[in-house]
């Protein structure tokens, strides 16, 4: 079983990915920006951090936004966890920065919900 | 997206079209013009700042949870939008105040019309509920179309009813309907960044 977390501050699109996700059998977590993320991340058991095989994130968000998340995730022990940006930023500067931050991959909302799926599976075996 | 000064208020006015936005905390009055589109706009009074949006979902069969259907993405992807630029003026998204116009239905237009136009209401009252905004006004529904001013530093709102002028409105919106459509394809584009993370596991 692998465990995903998704960051974003719309409780609406928590929802859909959640609901899609976890028809695919997998574990979510949810939180609603960067900073909460970052607390919720810090509080996970051992197990469950061990289970822990990605976290998708939003960019434009309050209190953190997802660049920065990202550059936090990367200093903790989930460094090497695979971050998916998850946003309807489309721009090439915006990827680039993702990238650098230490982003695996990019995909623009609105999606379909085998469209997540498919990029999920690339990171989670 | 066309700029300008507005005659009657003497203000700077962002008029906006189909299938876009304008989010701000200057004095720009945003306008658009309404026929089954529906534009949500939202008010942050922490910030004195807000935005509107104007969209349209394509027709499909009515659904209960609009948010999960295929056509409600396109309305998702308009809300985000807003709230996002929002968010980038520096709102915490905390009461945070929505007024949801439009979804009239052209008087000479087919059961279809109608169909678009409830579920256009439909989404945007769905979504504002499920995103815990409080919908604070709303003129929406009946057979006028409407032309709508929007203050965003004070989330004030004026709608005038107006005819659909020589078919045009109806015309445009089904133009950009099935544009919708077409360009689907860009919608869920994926990036991966090759070697910069390895999948799976913790450090």
Known sequence: MARILIVDDSPTLRASAQFTLESEGHAVIQAENGATALSTLDGLSEDEAGDLKMIITDINMPEMDGITFIRKVKETQFRYVPVLVMTTESQDAMKSEGREAGAA??????????????????FVK | ????????????????????????????????????????????????????????????????????????????????????????????????????????????????????????????????SAEGITVVSSDVGGASARRILYFPKAGRALVKATPWTGWQLAHDEAAYSQSIARTDHKHGSVTLFEGETVPGGVA
């Open chain 1, 105 to 122: 991959g990019w995909l623009v909302k609105p999606f379909k919900p085998e469209q997540l799926n498919d990029v999920v599976q690339r």
């Open chain 2, 1 to 128: 997206m066309n700029t300008g000064m507005h005659p009657v208020l003497k203000q700077p006015y962002v008029s906006i079209g189909p299938g876009e936005h304008y989010a701000t905390n200057t004095d720009d009055v945003i306008s658009t013009v309404l026929g089954s589109c529906v534009a949500v706009g939202i008010f942050d009074p922490d910030l004195k700042a807000g935005g509107l949006n104007h969209f349209m979902l394509p027709d499909e069969p009515l659904n209960k949870n609009l948010s999960a259907t295929e056509s409600g993405r396109y309305g998702l992807k308009a809300m985000e939008l807003l709230l996002g630029d929002l968010v980038k003026l520096g709102s915490r998204r905390r009461r945070l105040e929505a007024k949801v116009f439009g979804g009239g239905a052209f008087i000479a237009t087919e059961e279809v019309g109608w169909r678009i136009a409830l579920r256009n209401v439909e989404f945007a009252f769905e979504f504002l």
